[in-house]
């Protein structure tokens, strides 16, 4: 076919080129349509992604269906006791709760001092005297929230907690506070609330991560439990349901079954404290895949109208064209070269301010994620258009592109050479 | 060359139809310089507008250097055009901007021809009416007959058999005229067939033969005593 051979003629895009730029005016006009649109779509949805990305690495560590229970005091009057009484969860819960719940996949009970109760542990190494939070805790606490150790050393595990062993696993700024710079802490002992500590791992901090800081350290729960004389208590419960339960029934069984261990009244909504953070996290991504899908539409309808403002535009074009066009067909020009011509710029046109608008897009992602980088309290990561999403608005700005310029190409074409040349 | 009998055309203007050519019979030979002459509205423009294949007749017979041109699609009338005529108009019809060498090149594009022999025939004919050095410039930095030199060097880029030209020294003062109308006598002396519609006399009087047209017939058709151009372009 004729007009096929005209696509891919380099003298036809040169043709293009030179109508397109000596028509400057209206060449800016409608690049600014569509790259509006183009732009629109690239930065939302860039930024639907940074924020979805953002979510995930701050959950990263954790569980997806975990959640937190603690407790706080009764409200309701129940089985003669009074209100304002708090339930003492002890680890004799943990099996209770294995068994009636058998969604639970794993549990771990913990305690800690600088976080919800009692003064934070005076750690000291050498002459460095320090205070930081410290926390009793099981091996499968790392199971639930994943503690990434450094090279060499390692979590709590089994042994440590059934020899009660004086073993501790601190934070990467303890590290740096107390030991110098080229020393391995890992065998060394520190010194917390006077009994000395072997140091078996450092955690590695995830800025992200929310709930615990760069200086925590962790020890045995049952060393814990001796060094402070906390006895079968527990602080709170982590709780990490299999993958395919639902977090909330998960949640509210739990509740309910440590209501009945602790004589609270089943109607008592504030005697158990919990965080879901499975249920939290649905909600976030339900608002990153809303916001996508919002970038989406939002993108789309934006394209489609800077198109469609190509259309109009190349339409007044072609009628202020309506002599030259008369010129080029009394030359030679047939109706299928005319047509292409039209529509070719058209294309050219959507896809230059396309591209135009994917760049700036991008380099606005770009900044943004320049200032946001270093931002480890708002959640925001690394905001990209997924490509397949680049290529395929620009499969659709092409489409648009050619189906919205065959309307200007026909009416080009629909008026008799003749009487466009008559055309003043 | 041309040859056409009979030929009929009416416009439709509402529900009346106006009745412009009324059975021309005409017969040019190769190498012709006709001029057109007869006064506003008699159809001049209506007849070279049908030779030159941007209007189609009614009804009558016309042949192109032997060929029958009937039922005309737009795309045949287009490559005939291409190949076979070229234009000349009172307002140049210059593309502008487009500069006098792509201009010129235009006609061969559409013929399908490369770049550079594009650029090389274009600037060859330019050189044939004297405006070699002015290739680069746009049409608004031409002068009227500068325009209308440009304009013949596009319509004979593209070796056409025929020249038809519409009162093309129309908006040009007298000098100009003169200018042009050498450089189509040139052309015509090198043996291109043209036609040449035109309002005036001393015009008429320079090409060879002079066609008169009155209420849609040919009323006068005779050979002149040409008036040479002295060209110095
Ligand atoms: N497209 C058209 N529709 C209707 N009537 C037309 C059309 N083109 C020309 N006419 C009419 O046909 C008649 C002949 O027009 P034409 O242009 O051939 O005249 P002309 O001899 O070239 O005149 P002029 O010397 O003024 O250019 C005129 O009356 C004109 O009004
Ligand atoms: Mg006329």
């Not at chain 1, 896809?351 to 946001?372: R, Y």
Request: glycine letters at 8%; aromatic letters at 8%.
């Amino acid at each position: 076919m004729n007009s096929l051979k005209t696509i891919f003629d380099y003298d036809t895009w040169q043709e293009i080129f030179g109508s397109v730029a000596k028509n400057k005016t209206r060449t800016v006009i409608t690049v600014i349509g569509v790259l509006w649109g183009i732009f629109i779509y690239i930065t939302l949805s860039g930024s639907a992604k940074g924020l979805d990305n953002g979510f995930d690495r701050e959950f990263e560590d954790m569980a997806m269906n975990s959640m937190f229970v603690w407790p706080q005091s009764t409200s309701i009057p129940h089985a003669g006791f009074k209100i304002g009484r708090s339930p003492r969860l002890t680890v004799q819960n943990v099996e209770t709760l294995k068994q009636q719940v058998p969604e639970i996949q794993y549990i771990a009970p913990r305690n800690a001092r600088g976080v919800r109760s009692g003064p934070p542990a005076s750690v000291v190494y050498r002459d460095i005297l320090r205070t930081y939070n410290i926390y009793g805790d099981y091996p499968e606490y790392s199971s639930i929230s994943t503690k990434k150790i450094y090279k060499g050393g390692r979590f709590i595990n089994n042994a440590d907690i059934k020899n009660k062993r004086k073993v501790c696993v601190i934070g990467e700024r303890t590290q740096k506070e107390l030991f110098e710079e080229d020393e391995s802490p890992i065998g060394k002992f520190i010194r917390i609330d006077n009994v000395y500590f072997q140091v078996i791992g450092v955690h590695k901090f995830n800025p992200g991560g929310g709930f615990e800081t760069d200086g925590d350290i962790f020890i045995p729960f049952e060393t814990f439990r001796n060094l402070y004389n906390t006895g079968d208590k527990v602080n709170w419960f982590v709780i990490a349901a299999y993958e395919d339960a639902d977090v909330i029934a998960v949640e509210k069984k739990v509740k309910e079954v440590l209501k009945r261990i602790h004589k609270v009244s089943p109607d008592d909504e504030r005697a158990f404290g919990s965080f879901n953070l499975g249920e939290v996290f649905n909600r976030i991504t339900g608002f990153a895949d809303g916001m996508t899908f919002l970038s989406l539409v939002v993108g789309l309808a934006t394209i489609i109208a800077g198109v469609i403002g190509i259309g109009n535009i190349l339409l007044i074009s072609v009628k202020e064209r309506t002599k030259e066009l008369g010129v080029r067909r009394a030359l030679g020009a047939t109706p299928g070269e005319v047509r292409v011509q039209i529509v070719l710029e058209s294309v050219f046109l959507t896809l230059i301010s396309g591209i135009m608008g994917i760049v700036l897009g991008a380099f606005v992602l770009a900044i943004i994620n320049f200032f946001t980088q270093d931002l480890s309290d708002f959640p925001y990561t690394n905001p990209t258009v997924p490509i397949p999403l680049v290529i395929g608005a620009l499969i659709i700005m092409t489409v648009l592109g050619t189906l919205i310029g065959l309307i200007p190409a026909q009416r080009a074409v629909s008026i008799k050479p003749i009487d466009a040349l008559r055309e003043e | 060359m041309i040859q056409i009998n009979n030929l009929h055309k009416s416009y439709k203007i509402g529900s009346n139809s106006l009745h412009v050519l009324k059975g021309i019979d005409l017969k040019i030979d190769e190498g012709e310089l006709v001029a057109i002459m007869g006064s506003s509205g008699s159809g001049k423009s209506t007849l070279l507008n049908i030779l030159g294949m941007l209007d189609i007749a009614d009804d009558g017979k016309y042949l192109l250097d032997n060929v029958l041109i009937q039922d005309l699609t737009e795309t045949t009338a287009a490559n005939y055009r291409n190949r076979f005529l070229g234009f000349v108009f009172q307002s140049f019809n210059l593309i502008n901007y487009k500069n006098a060498l792509e201009n010129v090149a235009l006609p061969l594009y559409y013929q399908g021809l490369g770049r550079k022999i594009r650029q090389q025939k274009a600037l060859e004919y330019l050189e044939k009416v004297g405006l070699k050095d002015w290739a680069t410039h746009l049409p608004s930095e031409l002068s009227g007959g500068q325009k209308q030199r440009v304009a013949i060097a596009r319509a004979m880029a593209s070796q056409p058999k025929v020249l038809l030209a519409d009162e093309p020294t129309g908006a040009l003062d007298s000098n100009t005229s003169n200018e042009v109308m050498g450089l189509i006598q040139k052309i015509n002396e090198e043996g291109k067939t043209i036609l040449v519609v035109t309002h005036e006399i001393e015009i008429a009087h320079m090409c060879k033969r002079i066609v008169t047209l009155k209420d849609g017939v040919i009323v006068e058709d005779k050979k002149t005593n040409q008036t040479l151009i002295d060209t110095n372009v």
